[in-house]
């Protein structure tokens, strides 16, 4: 009898406790492991069963569940949360950016409190539903909570990585036993690798430019377990989740998969996007930081904006071949020649036809919102006064989510890296000297009036590719193939090259916050090991997860700056409305009718990309008549390709046939912004 309530007593405690640890604030426990977020996201649908439910997507290659929050007002029966108009919130599809699954936990408390309140958020989940998804990669998050930590970004699908038909059998070994895989250097005749002669601590290769000499080779921490002369290259799992998605995928690299979509996360993340028609903005907590970054993939669909008409289309079309044409322009040419059997002749089939590949840019209708967008964030962070390395911003990638969810899926989407390490405060600039953001605000004339010397001083101080000349960049800017903001833009997203010649090394600042902030853990000094097989040799290195996972304090700030940047940006959500009718009598029973739509919202009611990909939804409007209405001039059903923002109002009218009195209904709908209906008087 004793033993049973003893039994009871800590069944009780061990609720009290789990229920307190719950309930406090997410970021007060970090990090959550995938375990962890599925049990809170399933403690937050039985505490709010009036605005949460949880959905089951699917399951990882390791066997995670893959779960995702439905938030919306559960006590307004209709219409249904999956035909209200939705945003996706998505994170963690790297795996190793914990910290953007922190983000979108916190972004779900936040709601959660606001919902309570009259303002807003409560206002918008009424007629909105929110699908966040906090952890899309549970299997690359797992290794940060395991004993020993790798970092990596694949899915844990077994892989025969080198191709011996062994699989997963050459991964990394933790041979100096202190719980982290780093980095060994050997030194060997071949090696193409020194220490940094400002920090020695850091390597960089040799330049036999100038007369350097490689002395190390490096290796990832292990030895060679299958025999076959190569050192850990088959680490257990497999696919890089984050780059497996259909847009510009990479089919190169072996880690993105072998197909797009070939992987259980993937196919059930897009699986769902597929099923949920009514998700018209995607954020995503990710490793791209697309306001920054412009939301541009590595590739430019055509340098300047302009390209050649290959010869054998050139000569068919009256055109020059060694002429440069914009795509809109070659678009007007071929319009004016009626070719293309009836088929409206756009930007993205001209470079179908040309071999352009994918769109890889913002379509030029959408880019000003964007530039908007990240003005606003700009502006944001410095009254935060959060100090955003913005050179380091990385844009979309080969692959992403990101890019999916814009250029084919065509919705508004906006992606954060959350926090970057900051880089140590360097001296002004004298004010005569360039600065990227000096450029930006630069006409072409005052660019070119600059000099060759000048330019090229700023461009070796970016760290431009020796080939990326000063005279090059002189001669585009000329030609007006270039101006001077999009260099600008081009050069924060150049990566910097390794120090040579007195140059700082780019990682020094990783070095130094690793000093300041970590006191030292970030960096393990390099330390002799006899290896088995490469003999002597040092282990050291950064240490696993140092840009990713920070100590939550040094993020706390950041975190809550992105959480209510998106928030806010909620406001800025396409809103369909009937905003006026008017009804003129022409006869006897004869109605002219005026309907004006209009969209309350900052965002269009879709991209342009959108309707490039023929992706987005266009607006329905039908006449819902009675068996004694007839329509005398104009279709029943007609369709609104889009409407652009902050009220803007397209008319369509009719003439109808009818009984004075009697009344119609009119109803306007598209999957993204919902249904709204009117009912009409004749009269």
Same mark, same amino acid.
């Given at each position: 009898?004793?033993?049973?309530?003893?039994?009871?007593?800590?069944?009780?405690?061990?609720?009290?406790?789990?229920?307190?640890?719950?309930?406090?604030?997410?970021?007060?426990?970090?990090?959550?492991?995938?375990?962890?977020?599925?049990?809170?996201?399933?403690?937050?649908?039985?505490?709010?069963?009036?605005?949460?439910?949880?959905?089951?997507?699917?399951?990882?290659?390791?066997?995670?569940?893959?779960?995702?929050?439905?938030?919306?007002?559960?006590?307004?029966?209709?219409?249904?949360?999956?035909? +209200?108009?939705?945003?996706?919130?998505?994170?963690?599809?790297?795996?190793?950016?914990?910290?953007?699954?922190?983000?979108?936990?916190?972004?779900?408390?936040?709601?959660?409190?606001?919902?309570?309140?009259?303002?807003?958020?409560?206002?918008?989940?009424?007629?909105?539903?929110?699908?966040?998804?906090?952890?899309?990669?549970?299997?690359?998050?797992?290794?940060?909570?395991?004993?020993?930590?790798?970092?990596?970004?694949?899915?844990?699908?077994?892989?025969?990585?080198?191709?011996?038909?062994?699989?997963?059998?050459?991964?990394?070994?933790?041979?100096?036993?202190?719980?982290?895989?780093?980095?060994?250097?050997?030194?060997?005749?071949?090696?193409?690798?020194?220490?940094?002669?400002?920090?020695? +601590?850091?390597?960089?290769?040799?330049?036999?430019?100038?007369?350097?000499?490689?002395?190390?080779?490096?290796?990832?921490?292990?030895?060679?377990?299958?025999?076959?002369?190569?050192?850990?290259?088959?680490?257990?799992?497999?696919?890089?989740?984050?780059?497996?998605?259909?847009?510009?995928?990479?089919?190169?690299?072996?880690?993105?998969?072998?197909?797009?979509?070939?992987?259980?996360?993937?196919?059930?993340?897009?699986?769902?996007?597929?099923?949920?028609?009514?998700?018209?903005?995607?954020?995503?907590?990710?490793?791209?930081?697309?306001?920054?970054?412009?939301?541009?993939?590595?590739?430019?669909?055509?340098?300047?904006?302009?390209?050649?008409?290959?010869? +054998?289309?050139?000569?068919?079309?009256?055109?020059?071949?060694?002429?440069?044409?914009?795509?809109?322009?070659?678009?007007?040419?071929? +319009?004016?020649?009626?070719?293309?059997?009836?088929?409206?002749?756009?930007?993205?089939?001209?470079?179908?036809?040309?071999?352009?590949?994918?769109?890889?840019?913002?379509?030029?209708?959408?880019?000003?919102?964007?530039?908007?967008?990240?003005?606003?964030?700009?502006?944001?962070?410095?009254?935060?006064?959060?100090?955003?390395?913005?050179?380091?911003?990385?844009?979309?990638?080969?692959?992403?989510?990101?890019?999916?969810?814009?250029?084919?899926?065509?919705?508004?989407?906006?992606?954060?890296?959350?926090?970057?390490?900051?880089?140590?405060?360097?001296?002004?600039?004298?004010?005569?000297?360039?600065?990227?953001?000096?450029?930006?605000?630069?006409?072409?004339?005052?660019?070119?009036?600059?000099?060759?010397?000048?330019?090229?001083?700023?461009?070796?101080?970016?760290?431009?590719?020796?080939?990326?000349?000063?005279?090059?960049?002189?001669?585009?800017?000329?030609?007006?193939?270039?101006?001077?903001?999009?260099?600008?833009?081009?050069?924060?997203?150049?990566?910097?090259?390794?120090?040579?010649?007195?140059?700082?090394?780019?990682?020094?600042?990783?070095?130094?916050?690793?000093?300041?902030?970590?006191?030292?853990?970030?960096?393990?000094?390099?330390?002799?090991?006899?290896?088995?097989?490469?003999?002597?040799?040092?282990?050291?290195?950064?240490?696993?997860?140092?840009?990713?996972?920070?100590?939550?304090?040094?993020?706390?700030?950041?975190?809550?700056?992105?959480?209510?940047?998106?928030?806010?940006?909620?406001?800025?959500?396409?809103?369909?409305?009937?905003?006026?009718?008017?009804?003129?009598?022409?006869?006897?029973?004869?109605?002219?009718?005026?309907?004006?739509?209009?969209?309350?919202?900052?965002?269009?009611?879709?991209?342009?990309?959108?309707?490039?990909?023929?992706?987005?939804?266009?607006?329905?409007?039908?006449?819902?008549?009675?068996?004694?209405?007839?329509?005398?001039?104009?279709?029943?059903?007609?369709?609104?390709?889009?409407?652009?923002?902050?009220?803007?109002?397209?008319?369509?009218?009719?003439?109808?046939?009818?009984?004075?009195?009697?009344?119609?209904?009119?109803?306007?709908?598209?999957?993204?912004?919902?249904?709204?209906?009117?009912?009409?008087?004749?009269?």
């Amino acid at each position: 009898m004793h033993q049973k309530i003893r039994f009871y007593t800590l069944s009780i405690f061990l609720v009290l406790v789990l229920a307190s640890w719950l309930s406090a604030g997410v970021l007060d426990k970090a990090y959550h492991s995938p375990p962890e977020v599925n049990r809170q996201l399933k403690a937050w649908a039985n505490q709010f069963p009036q605005l949460i439910k949880v959905i089951s997507i699917g399951r990882s290659s390791g066997g995670h569940d893959l779960l995702l929050l439905e938030i919306t007002n559960r006590k307004i029966k209709y219409p249904p949360p999956a035909e +209200r108009p939705a945003v996706f919130v998505g994170a963690n599809l790297e795996g190793n950016y914990l910290l953007t699954t922190e983000s979108a936990l916190v972004l779900i408390e936040k709601i959660l409190a606001q919902s309570k309140k009259d303002g807003f958020i409560s206002q918008f989940l009424k007629n909105h539903t929110i699908y966040v998804a906090p952890l899309l990669n549970p299997d690359a998050a797992q290794r940060y909570f395991d004993d020993l930590k790798v970092e990596s970004m694949t899915n844990a699908r077994p892989v025969d990585d080198d191709l011996d038909d062994l699989v997963d059998e050459d991964g990394p070994d933790d041979l100096n036993k202190d719980g982290m895989i780093t980095q060994m250097r050997v030194k060997d005749p071949e090696g193409t690798w020194i220490p940094d002669p400002q920090e020695p +601590r850091l390597m960089r290769r040799a330049d036999p430019k100038k007369g350097e000499k490689g002395i190390y080779k490096l290796y990832l921490e292990g030895i060679d377990n299958d025999g076959d002369g190569q050192y850990n290259e088959d680490p257990p799992g497999g696919i890089v989740v984050s780059q497996n998605f259909p847009h510009d995928f990479d089919y190169q690299k072996k880690q993105n998969g072998p197909w797009p979509v070939s992987e259980k996360e993937t196919i059930a993340l897009l699986d769902f996007l597929a099923k949920h028609k009514n998700i018209g903005l995607v954020l995503n907590f990710s490793s791209e930081n697309t306001i920054l970054n412009m939301q541009q993939t590595g590739r430019a669909q055509a340098a300047g904006g302009k390209v050649r008409v290959p010869r +054998r289309y050139a000569s068919f079309l009256g055109l020059d071949p060694e002429q440069e044409y914009t795509l809109q322009e070659l678009v007007s040419i071929l +319009r004016s020649m009626n070719i293309g059997g009836g088929m409206e002749i756009d930007e993205s089939m001209v470079a179908m036809m040309l071999g352009l590949g994918p769109a890889m840019d913002l379509d030029r209708q959408d880019r000003p919102y964007l530039e908007k967008i990240q003005e606003e964030y700009k502006e944001a962070l410095k009254k935060a006064n959060l100090k955003y390395p913005e050179k380091r911003a990385q844009g979309v990638k080969k692959g992403s989510f990101t890019a999916y969810s814009y250029f084919q899926y065509g919705v508004p989407v906006l992606a954060v890296d959350v926090w970057q390490i900051p880089e140590p405060e360097k001296k002004e600039k004298k004010e005569e000297e360039i600065t990227a953001d000096k450029l930006k605000t630069m006409t072409s004339e005052e660019f070119l009036a600059l000099g060759e010397e000048k330019i090229a001083a700023f461009l070796k101080a970016q760290g431009a590719p020796p080939n990326f000349k000063a005279s090059t960049v002189m001669e585009m800017v000329k030609s007006g193939r270039i101006t001077p903001k999009r260099m600008a833009e081009m050069m924060a997203r150049m990566p910097r090259r390794s120090s040579q010649n007195g140059e700082e090394h780019p990682d020094t600042y990783l070095i130094k916050w690793s000093d300041d902030k970590l006191q030292g853990k970030g960096f393990i000094n390099w330390q002799p090991f006899k290896h088995p097989t490469l003999g002597e040799v040092e282990i050291g290195g950064f240490v696993p997860f140092l840009k990713t996972v920070p100590p939550v304090k040094e993020a706390a700030a950041a975190v809550d700056f992105h959480t209510n940047f998106f928030l806010d940006f909620l406001q800025k959500f396409p809103t369909l409305e009937i905003a006026d009718i008017k009804v003129t009598p022409l006869a006897k029973q004869l109605f002219k009718l005026e309907i004006f739509l209009t969209n309350k919202g900052w965002l269009p009611t879709s991209t342009a990309q959108g309707r490039r990909a023929r992706t987005a939804w266009p607006i329905r409007v039908e006449l819902k008549l009675t068996p004694n209405q007839k329509v005398f001039s104009g279709r029943k059903v007609t369709t609104v390709a889009y409407l652009e923002g902050s009220g803007a109002i397209k008319k369509v009218e009719w003439v109808v046939a009818g009984k004075k009195g009697s009344q119609l209904e009119i109803v306007a709908w598209t999957p993204r912004l919902g249904k709204v209906t009117k009912k009409i008087t004749l009269q």
